[in-house]
């Protein structure tokens, strides 16, 4: 048995009906170059000559009663890749905009935890030419659980799956497969005491759960007596933060890659990361004035960073790390906003010392976080008062040379991210063959006229090189200063984790 740690247990915890906490992925594939279109039939034995190089595809939770402790995977006897598949056949209908409606529908439905957690949907029908009537395309739409990967093993997974020569390899029979036995209820009974004896607070866990209902109102109960610390939240108010529902919008912009490149090397000191930040806070301040909504103060966002190390490297579960960066988007040249972002970064302290992202379920077990997060959501924290960050941007590199999938090459792909309660958006961005795309994954109840999205990816990138070009060589060497919301957001962190850490001394004590 392998156990989930207590950051993959708190994805599992923090799943509900309108937060379905999956990773998604739409990929569109060109198969005019095969002799014949690629029937399901032949997908489905491709997909299972390579199961064995993704074993969590074969892998299911296994519960711990009376959450006694985190979940475990363990092989699923009963593991029938059938009941992971789908098929659809998009007909007359084949065109992007009706696969990428489609795909909105199916992500926004939670995964089925009696089984290993990924389904894929097989679209045929699909033209790549919007002019074409021919139907030489076909989309696979994926869901990977987010307490199984996170969206750089995601990356992995998929690279495993395809291949990168466009010669069909022929497809061999899939190898053999044991389950290995599912463990009794006396094995884990006595793995999960185990496991309390090694960390006490997991007892205290059990019993905070154990009266949750009572607990809840209790605090709901106090704290809406009580006027929290407005300091302590230094993101502004912003259409993006407010109650989600269960509705998804896909939309997504590509731009040539070379493109960044050219503005990294110009303003020097600055990351490839750094413009594909600056180009996401372009994009947000130009909707923000678009919807008439106030864009004075700075957004702020969440950046997960990978810390896979290279001689420990496994392809799933969650290892990363997380900062809190001011977008800078109160600044009015956007060229001179992505040397501020840079300068935010550098001078924040995730950013010098890798600060992992299971620090914090090191000082509260899974449970009690998940408890934490509907609270915030249900006071209406991000609300009433400000959100502790604005929006999750993710940059995920992906392979710059084409894959493929027997003989059919992957032209473009779309990737999703999981809506938090008071998250109205997230962006994934992921660059593959020459390309970025950045990724929009929104809930239009809450991000409205969030196609428009799409529009102000390209007015941001040319506005950014004409920015640019008025920059002299000398200014973009002057030193900046880190915006103070940044260093303030820092200060709130390390406050509130010594709270923390206060209240453990006092409950070992």
């Not at 089984?115 to 395309?137: A, C, M, N, Q, Y």
Request: hydrophobic share 40%; aromatic share 8%; proline share 7%.
């Amino acid at each position: 048995m392998r156990q989930l740690s207590e950051l993959d247990a708190s994805f599992l915890y923090l799943e509900s009906e309108t937060t379905p906490m999956h990773i998604g992925g739409i990929y569109l594939f060109d198969a005019s170059e095969r002799e014949k279109p690629l029937a399901f039939s032949t997908f489905v034995a491709y997909l299972r000559s390579r199961l064995h190089v993704v074993p969590v595809f074969r892998q299911r939770l296994k519960e711990i009663p009376l959450r006694l402790g985190r979940p475990y995977w363990i092989d699923d006897p009963d593991f029938s890749i059938e009941r992971h598949l789908a098929y659809v056949n998009l007909g007359e209908h084949g065109r992007k905009a009706s696969l990428m409606t489609l795909a909105s529908r199916i992500l926004e439905e939670p995964l089925k935890r009696d089984r290993p957690l990924w389904h894929i949907t097989f679209v045929d029908g699909f033209k790549l030419d919007e002019e074409d009537t021919g139907s030489d395309g076909f989309a696979l739409i994926v869901k990977l659980h987010h307490a199984a990967i996170d969206a750089f093993s995601g990356e992995e997974i998929i690279g495993k799956l395809l291949e990168y020569t466009p010669e069909p390899s022929p497809i061999a029979p899939p190898r053999p497969w044991q389950p290995r036995p599912e463990p009794s209820e006396e094995r884990v009974m006595l793995q999960a005491g185990a496991n309390i004896v090694r960390t006490p607070l997991q007892f205290t866990s059990l019993a905070f759960n154990a009266a949750e209902a009572t607990a809840r109102g209790l605090i709901q109960k106090q704290l809406r007596k009580l006027p929290l610390p407005l300091p302590l939240f230094s993101a502004p108010n912003s259409p993006f933060n407010r109650q989600i529902t269960a509705n998804r919008q896909i939309v997504a912009a590509s731009v040539e890659l070379s493109r960044l490149k050219a503005i990294k090397a110009f303003l020097g000191d600055v990351t490839l990361n750094d413009v594909v930040l600056g180009l996401c806070a372009e994009a947000l301040q130009r909707y923000l004035i678009s919807e008439g909504a106030n864009a004075d103060k700075s957004l702020v966002a969440m950046t997960p960073i990978s810390v896979r190390s290279n001689s420990l490297r496994r392809a799933t579960g969650n290892q990363m790390s997380a900062m809190l960066l001011d977008l800078a988007t109160d600044e009015t040249n956007p060229a001179q906003r992505i040397r501020r972002i840079h300068w935010n970064a550098v001078a924040s302290e995730p950013y010098r010392e890798a600060i992992a992202a299971d620090r914090l379920t090191e000082l509260l077990p899974s449970t009690m976080l998940a408890l934490s997060a509907r609270l915030y959501s249900e006071l209406q924290i991000a609300q009433r008062y400000q959100p502790v960050f604005n929006l999750p941007i993710t940059n995920v590199p992906g392979p710059q040379v084409p894959l493929y999938l027997q003989g059919a090459r992957l032209v473009q792909q779309y990737n999703t991210a999981p809506l938090f309660d008071s998250m109205g958006l997230v962006i994934v961005a992921v660059s593959y063959e020459g390309r970025l795309t950045l990724n929009f994954t929104t809930c239009p109840d809450v991000v409205a006229h969030g196609e428009s999205l799409q529009a102000h990816v390209d007015e941001s990138l040319n506005a950014i090189e004409a920015a640019m070009e008025r920059l002299g060589t000398e200014e973009t060497k002057e030193p900046i200063a880190a915006s103070p919301t940044q260093t303030l957001a820092d200060d709130a962190m390390t406050a509130m984790e010594g709270l923390l850490k206060k209240a453990l001394k006092r409950f070992r004590a």
